[in-house]
Nanobody, 122 residues
Framework: QVQLVESGGGLVQAGGSLRLSCAASGRSFSTYTMAWFRQAPGKEREFVAAISWSGGSTYSADSEKGRFTISRDNAKNTVYLQMNSLKPEDTAVYFC???????????????WGQGTQVTVSS
């Protein structure tokens, strides 16, 4: 079992930055692939980025490449999403997820946090 709690969301102006954190409880954190997804009002949940259990491999959605960076610290049981050059269309609830398989599909992940709101004003 893994419990996930996101933090770091908030209101930021376009062009600004935020760093989201996802703290995990449970002894197996370092064995899981971790990912970030987001869901904007009226839209389906979409993949943002994923990172392998070791942190050695990452991959991001094309729209976020170069702006968003996923990382993890297994000693702290935490995964991060650094978001730069934010745009109003990045406004969404951001969720972290844990799973066995690295995937851009949400149904491949076993555990989910409650989400943190990110709002980007123009």
């Amino acid at each position: 079992q893994v419990q996930l709690v996101e933090s770091g969301g908030g209101l930021v102006q376009a062009g600004g930055s935020l760093r989201l954190s996802c703290a995990a409880s449970g002894r197996s954190f370092s064995t899981y692939t971790m990912a970030w997804f987001r869901q904007a009002p009226g839209k389906e949940r979409e993949f943002v980025a994923a990172i392998s259990w070791s942190g050695g491999s990452t991959y991001s959605a094309d729209s976020e490449k170069g702006r968003f960076t996923i990382s993890r610290d297994n000693a702290k049981n935490t995964v991060y999403l650094q978001m730069n050059s934010l745009k109003p269309e990045d406004t969404a609830v951001y969720f972290c997820a844990a799973g066995i398989v690295r995937s851009r599909y949400g149904d491949q992940y076993n555990y989910w946090g409650q989400g943190t709101q990110v709002t980007v004003s123009s």
